[in-house]
């Protein structure tokens, strides 16, 4: 019913996305000097702010095209390495000049995989982080699958089924490669790469990032923590879990709905969203193109949504958020107890953000505490200063302040 009722609202909302199209073009077809008037700008601001508050679902694109890689600027293709029903791994490949000038790249760099948080939004979230990267990196990225495509045959996909993603990204990767997790799968990475030191897997991680993730959630809980603790596992199951009606590629599937996590993050700064489209529209109105560009462009990244599958969801919310079984030492995978203590050959890097509203300071260098075997020399936290959420993995500081601890780390460890 919850799939049913927001498809009924979004297709009540499509004549007025129509009109406002409309209302475009005609704006438009009025001549530049209408459309430069007070009058012209107004209803241009007007239509376009209501188009931009659309969900969507289909990925947004990554947008890599170049790169400043040494001293010069570098093409970059994206090409799947490999393909799983859930999420893909993605390479962003650079390319070697083709002017005889290759010395810049004749030094394989590391390998860095990115897995991405997998929390209602897709993978692009990070181009920002992926950009920054890729100047000193060979980047890959988990650029996972929207639940409600994935057909009901393609089986169940977990917390557990997560682990195993990370662990088969990282042998395709192979030995001496790197990785770093933003948020949500700073828990599963932490317990893919204790995994694979249990098993003294070769393809273990050089070093290992952990940014903003609630590897202990009891840790200063802010309202994300208090809200997946209010109510029990069943509620969450009974009110927020839905099936995926026909016709998309997944019907049958049940699924927590992108667009509820979307409503559910939007509520906790509904002010801010409310002055942001503001300011959307006056930036339109007042002709300041690049202004009303940056909101817009980060509205179409935040309302477009990805499903979470009913088991990764209900697990995440019950092992990492209500018992915290990483930190407690009850996680188990494949019906073995997870031991972060395996791990001695992975450097371990955490940053957490000074103002981080979604996970607070002290949750993400809780993996510290747990990974007891790594002699000081591999371990190493960063708190920045004056960053919220997103600061710590996108914007100026993350370049200025963050990047240089991920990358000298990684030179660091070879």
């Not at 203590?341 to 260098?365: F, K, W």
Request: hydrophobic share 40%; proline share 6%.
């Amino acid at each position: 019913m919850l799939y049913r009722a927001y498809q009924a609202m979004d297709d009540l909302m499509a004549p007025a996305r129509q009109a406002a199209s409309a209302a475009l073009e005609l704006n438009d077809a009025l001549g530049p000097q209408w459309g430069q008037s007070a009058t012209g700008r107004r209803i241009r601001a007007l239509n376009q702010s209501v188009l931009s508050a659309r969900i969507t679902h289909d990925r947004p694109a990554y947008g890599i095209t170049e790169v400043l890689s040494g001293n010069r600027m570098v093409p970059v293709r994206e090409e799947v390495v490999a393909e799983l029903p859930f999420g893909n791994l993605l390479r962003f490949a650079k390319d070697e000049p083709d002017d005889g000038d290759s010395e810049i790249l004749t030094a394989p760099q590391p390998r860095m995989l990115v897995v991405a948080p997998l929390s209602g939004h897709y993978a692009t979230l990070l181009r920002g982080t992926v950009a920054t990267l890729l100047r000193d990196h060979d980047v890959y990225i988990t650029d996972w699958q929207n639940a409600r495509d994935v057909p009901p045959s393609a089986g169940p996909f977990g917390l557990e089924d997560y682990v195993d993603y990370v662990i088969a990204f990282l042998r395709e990767l192979g030995p001496r490669s790197h990785v770093l997790a933003v948020c949500q799968p700073c828990v599963p990475t932490l317990a893919a790469v204790a995994v694979m030191a249990m098993d003294k897997d070769p393809c273990q991680p050089r070093t290992m990032t952990l940014m903003g993730g609630p590897v202990d959630a009891r840790v200063a809980p802010t309202v994300v923590n208090q809200l997946a603790n209010k109510q029990s596992l069943g509620w969450f199951k009974g009110n927020l879990i839905t099936q995926v009606p026909w016709p998309w590629g997944g019907s049958g599937r049940r699924v927590y709905p992108g667009f509820l996590q979307l409503t559910a993050f939007m509520a906790m700064n509904m002010g801010r969203h409310f002055e942001q489209f503001r300011k959307l529209y006056q930036a339109i109105a007042d002709g300041e193109d690049q202004a009303a560009d940056k909101i817009r462009d980060f509205y179409a990244e935040y309302f477009a949504v990805l499903d979470l599958t009913e088991e990764f969801y209900l697990e995440t919310i019950d092992k990492v958020f209500q018992r915290a079984e990483l930190a407690t030492g009850e996680m188990t995978h494949r019906g073995r107890k997870i031991d972060c203590g395996a791990i001695q050959r992975t450097a371990l890097l955490t940053v957490e953000g000074e103002r981080d509203d979604i996970c607070a300071v002290g949750q993400t260098a809780a993996a510290h505490l747990l990974c007891t075997s790594l002699r000081p020399h591999l371990k190493r936290h960063h708190l920045q200063p004056g960053v919220g959420h997103y600061g710590v993995f996108s914007g100026s500081k993350w370049e200025r302040d963050i990047y240089p601890q991920v990358r000298n780390l990684v030179i660091a460890m070879g």
